[in-house]
């Protein structure tokens, strides 16, 4: 698909409300049920091609194989014939000093691509080996170049990001898409293990969208990775980052549901009785182990039962942990304590009532789990900054 199509269709879905979402893979299946799925566009990345081989996503920086190699080889042979319509963004790495950058983009060009994202990124790396890369003259400047190289070819790009410097210099090369790159993913049998909050992942990507605001408003502004693994997570990230307009993820869409619908296929054919996966104590019952599937379960909880009363003393005597250690887990990861998590969401449920059906405001709080109109328009003001009222007057106008 040609650069200008694509961005066509992306405004578009941006303009109607919709979200926009990319798939990065290693998979012609994926590739294929992520078009079916409705995704926006396919990444094909060397990590996910590891995390078929049941790596994780970090194998992608080791010296196993040559990552433009693999991607060019698994990418032609088996996601470009399996996705005719669908645009297919090649994953490159640029720093390879194998690689004319200038002859090798046409390459991608001529074989199919619509366009290009730099992964692997050396933005991924810190430290002495970061510094090392560094002194090598193995930089983000290199990366940033290949964009560069790409969009005046006109070739549809995506950059990964990790600070707003970069993001300035993506810009200023042509950059069709900032996303801010969050880390590896979090969760799973293979995930990674240390990643920073929602929280937090939320305040840096204001802050590199601000700059993006600042240069090129109309830019668009993905997240990927980090702690954003579920749906309910990327929820989060839209109803408290005003210029988001959608997520890439690799792990989330194969990875970890395939470790979870496999090992639950494999058990309930073994025990011969089918589990309902829809329920939440089940799954609690079930003997999860890993501390961070008590946090899921927290978060998937609240956003299904907003409108109750949602008690969570009730919540850890149900995942058998205390409450003082169920509430450390939750604001490790999350980034605040569960109180405010709860209200926040019940706020940003608020507005989304407000900003789709004409209903009584008297009638709000209840729908969103408050039996007092005071309280419930006292803690809209302090997380919107208005109250309801004057909140449904600036939609109205």
């Not at 619509?114 to 002495?128: A, E, K, M, R, W």
């Not at 090369?173 to 929602?198: M, N, Q, Y």
């Not at 205390?322 to 109180?339: A, I």
Request: proline content about 3%; some cysteine; glycine content about 8%.
């Amino acid at each position: 698909m040609k650069r200008k199509k694509l961005l066509e269709n992306i405004n578009i879905q941006i303009k109607n409300g919709n979200h926009i979402i990319g798939v990065a893979t290693g998979t012609g299946m994926t590739a294929k049920y992520a078009e079916k799925g409705g995704a926006d566009f396919i990444l094909v990345l060397n990590s996910g091609r590891f995390r078929q081989m049941g790596r994780s996503s970090l194998a992608g920086y080791l010296p196993f194989c040559n990552s433009n190699d693999m991607v060019m080889d698994f990418a032609s042979k088996e996601i470009i014939p399996l996705v005719k319509d669908m645009p297919i963004i090649f994953g490159l790495n640029a720093t390879d000093p194998l690689k004319n950058m200038e002859s090798y983009i046409d390459k991608i060009k001529d074989m199919g691509f619509s366009g290009i994202n730099n992964y692997p990124t050396v933005g991924l790396i810190d430290s002495q080996f970061g510094e090392a890369l560094e002194e090598e003259g193995c930089n983000y400047l290199i990366e940033v170049e290949a964009i560069r190289i790409a969009h005046e070819k006109d070739m549809f790009t995506v950059a990964f990001v990790f600070n707003e410097i970069q993001a300035e210099q993506m810009i200023i090369a042509g950059a069709d898409v900032i996303c801010v790159h969050l880390g590896l993913t979090g969760g799973g049998l293979l995930g990674a293990k240390k990643v920073f909050s929602l929280e937090a992942a939320k305040v840096k990507a204001e802050k590199i969208f601000n700059r993006c605001n600042e240069l090129k408003p109309e830019v668009i502004k993905l997240i990927y990775g980090g702690p954003v693994k579920t749906p309910i997570d990327v929820q989060y990230m839209y109803s408290n980052i005003e210029d988001l307009m959608g997520y890439i993820g690799g792990s989330t869409f194969e990875r970890i549901p395939s470790e979870k619908s496999i090992t639950n296929i494999t058990k309930a054919f073994k025990v011969s009785t089918q589990l309902d996966e829809d329920d939440l104590m089940i799954k609690m019952l079930d003997g999860i182990t890993k501390h961070y599937n008590y946090v899921e379960f927290v978060k998937e909880y609240v956003a299904k039962n907003y409108m109750n009363d949602v008690s969570f003393l009730d919540l850890a005597k149900v995942a058998h942990v205390s409450r003082g250690y169920l509430s450390s887990l939750f604001k490790k990861e999350v980034g605040c304590s569960f109180p405010e998590y709860l209200v926040k969401f019940r706020v940003n449920k608020a507005a989304e009532i407000i900003n789709k059906e004409n209903i009584q405001l008297s009638d709000l709080a209840p729908l969103v789990g408050y039996k007092d109109y005071v309280q419930f328009s006292k803690m809209f003001k302090k997380y919107k900054g208005c109250s309801p009222k004057q909140y449904k007057f600036r939609n109205m106008t």
